[in-house]
């Protein structure tokens, strides 16, 4: 059975860690997506990495599960200080510089660390991403409005998405269950549409995630962090001389593929991994996991 050991560390904020494998061992730092939670990143990945002679940390980011939450409008932050986070992190561990796993939100901190803080960063893997310069706000509002996007623009979201988030913002949330469903509902929308979905697993995680939540409600707080946009953001990624996987879905339904081909592009290091029918968040479509594993123990060796 796998068994981590939890630590709370102080950063410029107090976060939730949890440890695993051996300290003398290559350290992964698994750095999840947008208003989600560390154990978003399942216990079979986690023990596919340990197994390969890895220690892993996974974290909850700011404003999510057992850390601090934060009040935005007194104190509002951006990617730096999420990224700034995640070297609090090891530094609370010892780790002097980490194989950075990062998937969506997660991902623009990987790249952010890999541009501004180089030599934290053994390897960079960046899953269902973007280049972390590009604002996909003004693509995001064409589609929603009905108009074509601009040249040279990077795809918004699948109209299957778009039409979700409309519906999303009228459903019911006023019970646990309502809230549970809606999640589910989120979930499924991104795991695509060629894959099957594993229902089941995605409502004991989300139930999971409600349960263990300090401020539920806080979350949000990282869509308000992703629309802030400062210079550090916008640094040319041609710097980045960790070796980089960029791991992407064919049927990502936020990020089309031409994100994650343009992230690769941009990265001389890069080499670009296309995942057949895999969506935005791969763990609740089955098989996946271990696919996701094999391809990062690949990379970290």
Not at 64 to 82: E, I, K, N, Q
């Amino acid at each position: 059975m796998l068994t981590g050991e939890e630590k709370f560390v102080r950063g410029p904020v107090r976060l939730w860690t949890e440890r695993f494998g051996h300290p003398d061992d290559p350290t992964v730092l698994l750095v999840m997506g947008t208003s989600t939670q560390g154990i978003g990143w399942p216990d079979e990945l986690v023990e596919a990495l340990v197994d390969s002679g890895r220690q892993v940390i996974r974290f909850d980011h700011r404003d999510t599960g057992r850390s601090d939450s934060v009040d935005f409008t007194a104190h509002p932050y951006a990617l730096a200080d999420l990224a700034t986070d995640a070297v609090a992190v090891l530094d609370a561990h010892g780790v002097a510089a980490a194989h950075v796993v990062g998937t969506s939100l997660g991902a623009a901190i990987g790249q952010w660390l890999a541009v501004h803080r180089p030599a934290r960063v053994r390897t960079l893997t960046a899953m269902a991403s973007s280049p972390m310069g590009n604002n996909p706000g003004p693509a995001w509002a064409r589609a929603l409005a009905g108009q074509p996007a601009a040249a040279g623009e990077l795809p918004p979201p699948t109209a299957r998405f778009l039409d979700h988030l409309v519906d999303a913002a009228r459903a019911p949330r006023a019970t646990a269950r309502q809230r549970v469903d809606a999640d589910v509902r989120t979930w499924r929308v991104l795991n695509g549409d060629v894959l099957p979905f594993d229902e089941p697993a995605a409502r004991r995680f989300v139930e999971q995630c409600h349960d263990r939540a300090g401020n539920l409600a806080a979350a949000a707080n990282h869509d308000l962090a992703g629309r802030r946009w400062d210079d550090d953001r916008r640094a040319s990624l041609s710097g980045i001389a960790a070796a980089t996987l960029v791991l992407h879905g064919s049927d990502d339904p936020l990020f089309p593929p031409a994100h994650g081909e343009a992230l690769a592009a941009q990265i001389p290091t890069a080499r670009l991994e296309i995942v057949p029918g895999m969506g935005h968040h791969p763990f609740f479509a089955p098989g996946l996991t271990e696919r996701i594993a094999g391809s990062i123990i690949s990379h970290t060796t």
